[in-house]
């Protein structure tokens, strides 16, 4: 009988680990375990009542091991965790080359003997850009066989997307195809993947020390002090809010807020490129009617994470979990508090489809009113509950401009579904709750895969319809105040040009300057037929072309479901128009260009 949570000190996802990997290890490996913890187990008690985890002094062979960490990152997440784990792992001695998949020579599989991999999924189960042609080589027929090689995987993604960290699961199974052998078992993250992302790096640690005699640097990482000084996603920082001001004019179907926040006594600095970090407050009224159906006491105080601090039921509810969003894991843990034979249906394997269609569009209010009535207690209900996730927002905005500030654009979010009004939860706040004076929790969000050339005088194609305007609006702010000499084109659209034409003045004002050497615009509801950036890139296909030709970069920000494949579509067409390549061409010509970092998306 495997560990459980009741009959164990561990939590759900450590157990689940443990189980995993605790059947593969040898005999002579349980034994060196055994003393590990034994020793561990001796530490110290000082004079203060609380015990010191003391290191055991463990022989480290003379040797140096190596190990390779690659990661495939859209917007920066994998990047960072990978990033934190080598540095960890450099602490304990390990040689360690760390690179984007975008970077890394396929071939050198051959002489690597321990590999880790961070990756995201993106969109309906696909690789990120810059893990694309790592991906493709691993499943084509030049992949070789990796006896040699020792390996472990951690899958980031969101549940609430039907191919949840499919690429992960992908890189995992072909490795143990072409012979490779775990290291640890693969962990896929949701996106609150901080813990989970810590115990993956504790098995392969347990891995490495039972291969190598070496330290743990899961041990450090997880030790390690958060300094108040240190602003992040685990420790954001509270911004005064500068400015809130509606972008759209009178008469238009949107509403989209330009917020500028203040960053001074942060000591946060970002780049364009980058993104913000919002952790939003759910609506007040949605949390205090799931209290009511759902029976709850709303003083009833509850944990809200692992270190164990407690806040009242609605508190919890309103700040750190997520209720707007069903998913078919919290849908099979809300079934164990209901007995509705409805639900029970629901999560038949062979009604994918109807449950599918069921959760698009609806949230746990909806569940609740559905299955009722749920016997789960306060505590229960937000156990199964993820925890609420920050808002990403591309940055809107120069540091070298815009000194101790950061601007972003926020779409706002409203529409009715199911016979019910539903609201953005993080772009609500902002338009109704918000004002000059209040404060946000934020933190920067790196993103290396978005940035501006190294060269000043290198040409830039940006795309970006809607909110998707606002990275571009980073860029050439920081063009201008730099002096960059490179040519820049924009091609931006929206609905109508009068009410939805986001920063107008600036970008005129810009191109009168010379700081934009040309700006496209196609507004869809002015005409009689729809007219949106692809068509505009169409009837400009020449000098497009040419501008690629001359070493261009071309950035693509916005709807990725959408107006990111009409784009890519179109950028094919105009090179096996203008270029005379086939598709097969075309497409080689487009990867090669994500390789040399000359195209760049940053979509959601």
């Given at each position: 009988?495997?560990?459980?949570?009741?009959?164990?000190?561990?939590?759900?996802?450590?157990?689940?680990?443990?189980?995993?990997?605790?059947?593969?290890?040898?005999?002579?490996?349980?034994?060196?375990?055994?003393?590990?913890?034994?020793?561990?187990?001796?530490?110290?008690?000082?004079?203060?009542?609380?015990?010191?985890?003391?290191?055991?002094?463990?022989?480290?062979?003379?040797?140096?091991?190596?190990?390779?960490?690659?990661?495939?990152?859209?917007?920066?997440?994998?990047?960072?965790?990978?990033?934190?784990?080598?540095?960890?792992?450099?602490?304990?001695?390990?040689?360690?080359?760390?690179?984007?998949?975008?970077?890394?020579?396929?071939?050198?599989?051959?002489?690597?003997?321990?590999?880790?991999?961070?990756?995201?999924?993106?969109?309906?189960?696909?690789?990120?850009?810059?893990?694309?042609?790592?991906?493709?080589?691993?499943?084509?027929?030049?992949?070789?066989?990796?006896?040699?090689?020792?390996?472990?995987?951690l899958a980031l993604g969101d549940s609430s997307y039907e191919f949840f960290c499919k690429t992960g699961?992908?890189?995992?199974?072909?490795?143990?195809?072409?012979?490779?052998?775990?290291?640890?078992?693969?962990?896929?993250?949701?996106?609150?993947?901080?813990?989970?992302?810590?115990?993956?790096?504790?098995?392969?640690?347990?891995?490495?020390?039972?291969?190598?005699?070496?330290?743990?640097?899961?041990?450090?990482?997880?030790?390690?002090?958060?300094?108040?000084?240190?602003?992040?996603?685990?420790?954001?920082?509270?911004?005064?809010?500068?400015?809130?001001?509606?972008?759209?004019?009178?008469?238009?179907?949107?509403?989209?807020?330009?917020?500028?926040?203040?960053?001074?006594?942060?000591?946060?600095?970002?780049?364009?490129?980058?993104?913000?970090?919002?952790?939003?407050?759910?609506?007040?009224?949605?949390?205090?009617?799931?209290?009511?159906?759902?029976?709850?006491?709303?003083?009833?105080?509850?944990?809200?994470?692992?270190?164990?601090?407690?806040?009242?039921?609605?508190?919890?509810?309103?700040?750190?979990?997520?209720?707007?969003?069903?998913?078919?894991?919290?849908?099979?843990?809300?079934?164990?508090?209901?007995?509705?034979?409805?639900?029970?249906?629901?999560?038949?394997?062979?009604?994918?489809?109807?449950?599918?269609?069921?959760?698009?569009?609806?949230?746990?209010?909806?569940?609740?009113?559905?299955?009722?009535?749920?016997?789960?207690?306060?505590?229960?209900?937000?156990?199964?509950?993820?925890?609420?996730?920050?808002?990403?927002?591309?940055?809107?905005?120069?540091?070298?401009?815009?000194?101790?500030?950061?601007?972003?654009?926020?779409?706002?979010?409203?529409?009715?579904?199911?016979?019910?009004?539903?609201?953005?939860?993080?772009?609500?706040?902002?338009?109704?709750?918000?004002?000059?004076?209040?404060?946000?929790?934020?933190?920067?969000?790196?993103?290396?895969?978005?940035?501006?050339?190294?060269?000043?005088?290198?040409?830039i194609i940006m795309i970006g319809p809607g909110t998707g305007i606002a990275p571009f609006r980073s860029?050439?702010?920081?063009?201008?105040?730099?002096?960059?000499?490179?040519?820049?084109?924009?091609?931006?659209?929206?609905?109508?040009?009068?009410?939805?034409?986001?920063?107008?003045?600036?970008?005129?004002?810009?191109?009168?300057?010379?700081?934009?050497?040309?700006?496209?615009?196609?507004?869809?509801?002015?005409?009689?037929?729809?007219?949106?950036?692809?068509?505009?890139?169409?009837?400009?296909?020449?000098?497009?072309?040419?501008?690629?030709?001359?070493?261009?970069?071309?950035?693509?920000?916005?709807?990725?479901?959408?107006?990111?494949?009409?784009?890519?579509?179109?950028?094919?067409?105009?090179?096996?128009?203008?270029?005379?390549?086939?598709?097969?061409?075309?497409?080689?010509?487009?990867?090669?260009?994500?390789?040399?970092?000359?195209?760049?998306?940053?979509?959601?």
């Open positions: 009988m495997g560990l459980q949570v009741t009959n164990s000190p561990f939590s759900e996802e450590q157990v689940e680990l443990l189980n995993r990997l605790l059947p593969s290890i040898t005999e002579s490996q349980q034994s060196w375990l055994s003393g590990y913890l034994t020793a561990a187990s001796s530490a110290a008690m000082p004079s203060g009542g609380v015990a010191v985890l003391e290191r055991p002094t463990i022989e480290v062979p003379a040797a140096v091991k190596e190990i390779t960490i690659l990661y495939g990152s859209q917007t920066g997440n994998g990047q960072g965790i990978a990033e934190q784990a080598a540095a960890k792992l450099k602490e304990q001695s390990f040689d360690v080359t760390i690179q984007s998949m975008s970077d890394f020579k396929p071939n050198a599989l051959k002489k690597i003997e321990n590999l880790l991999l961070v990756v995201s999924t993106h969109g309906e189960g696909d690789p990120p850009d810059t893990a694309l042609p790592f991906y493709e080589f691993l499943h084509g027929r030049r992949a070789p066989k990796l006896d040699h090689l020792h390996y472990s995987v699961a992908d890189f995992d199974q072909r490795l143990t195809e072409l012979g490779a052998v775990q290291l640890a078992p693969r962990v896929d993250c949701d996106l609150d993947y901080d813990e989970p992302a810590a115990q993956w790096l504790a098995a392969v640690e347990v891995s490495l020390e039972i291969n190598t005699g070496g330290q743990s640097a899961a041990a450090a990482l997880a030790a390690e002090p958060v300094s108040s000084a240190q602003y992040s996603r685990t420790n954001p920082f509270r911004a005064e809010v500068l400015e809130n001001i509606n972008l759209n004019g009178r008469g238009s179907n949107k509403e989209t807020r330009h917020l500028e926040i203040s960053l001074e006594g942060s000591g946060l600095t970002y780049e364009p490129g980058d993104s913000l970090g919002i952790f939003p407050e759910n609506n007040s009224d949605l949390i205090d009617e799931i209290i009511v159906v759902g029976g709850w006491n709303a003083e009833e105080t509850v944990e809200v994470n692992t270190q164990g601090e407690r806040r009242a039921f609605r508190i919890a509810l309103l700040n750190h979990f997520e209720v707007t969003v069903l998913t078919k894991p919290l849908l099979e843990k809300l079934s164990n508090y209901t007995e509705s034979e409805k639900l029970t249906q629901l999560l038949d394997k062979e009604r994918a489809d109807e449950l599918r269609a069921y959760i698009d569009g609806r949230d746990l209010l909806d569940a609740l009113k559905d299955f009722g009535p749920v016997s789960a207690a306060e505590q229960q209900l937000v156990g199964i509950l993820r925890k609420l996730p920050a808002r990403l927002y591309s940055i809107a905005s120069s540091l070298e401009a815009n000194p101790e500030e950061v601007h972003v654009t926020i779409g706002v979010v409203r529409y009715e579904a199911h016979g019910r009004d539903r609201h953005g939860v993080c772009s609500s706040q902002c338009a109704e709750n918000l004002k000059p004076g209040d404060t946000l929790p934020i933190y920067i969000h790196k993103n290396d895969n978005f940035r501006l050339p190294a060269n000043p005088e290198t040409p860029f050439i702010e920081e063009r201008n105040e730099t002096g960059a000499q490179g040519k820049s084109w924009l091609f931006f659209g929206d609905q109508h040009y009068v009410t939805d034409f986001y920063y107008q003045t600036e970008w005129q004002n810009y191109v009168k300057d010379g700081s934009l050497t040309r700006l496209d615009v196609a507004f869809s509801r002015d005409t009689d037929e729809k007219v949106y950036v692809q068509h505009k890139m169409k009837q400009a296909s020449q000098e497009l072309y040419q501008w690629i030709e001359d070493g261009a970069v071309i950035y693509i920000c916005g709807d990725e479901k959408n107006m990111a494949k009409d784009v890519h579509a179109t950028l094919l067409e105009i090179l096996q128009q203008e270029g005379g390549k086939t598709q097969e061409e075309a497409e080689e010509f487009l990867t090669q260009l994500i390789h040399e970092k000359r195209y760049q998306r940053d979509v959601y």
